[in-house]
């Protein structure tokens, strides 16, 4: 088992930034592909950003150039960094674990965390 907690949600205003972040607990973090997702209201959830124990990076195309992912293998930490926010950033996100490779099906992944919402005001 992975027991993932997430934090650093709030409400922000347009433009500005939020960091998550995602402590891990359970089995070998660094064996791990750590990824977040995010739920709107009345979407589904969608792959935000991934990151490999080889730190191969993945990153939806709406988020490119204002998100970015990182890890710690040694705190067992996954972290997102989110800058010049938008409205439709607005949603619940989730960090999630799974072996092997980056993928977008959220049914891939093994662990979930509880989710922390973040909210961007215009």
């Known amino acids: 088992q992975v027991h993932l907690v997430e934090s650093g949600g709030g409400l922000v205003q347009t433009g500005g930034s939020l960091r998550l972040s995602c402590a891990a607990s359970?089995?070998?973090?660094?064996?791990?592909?750590m990824a977040w997702f995010r739920q709107p209201p009345g979407k589904e959830r969608e792959l935000v950003a991934g990151?490999?124990?080889?730190?191969?990076?993945y990153y939806t195309d709406s988020v490119k150039g204002r998100f970015t992912i990182s890890r710690d293998n040694a705190k067992a930490t996954v972290d997102l960094q989110m800058n010049s926010l938008k409205p439709e950033d607005t949603a619940v996100y989730y960090c999630?674990?799974?072996?092997?490779?980056?993928?977008?099906?959220?049914?891939?992944?093994?662990?979930w965390g509880q989710g922390t919402q973040v909210t961007v005001s215009s």
């Open positions: 359970g089995r070998t973090f660094s064996n791990y592909v």
């Open positions: 990151i490999s124990w080889r730190y191969n990076k």
């Open positions: 999630a674990a799974r072996p092997g490779i980056i993928g977008g099906d959220a049914q891939d992944y093994d662990y």
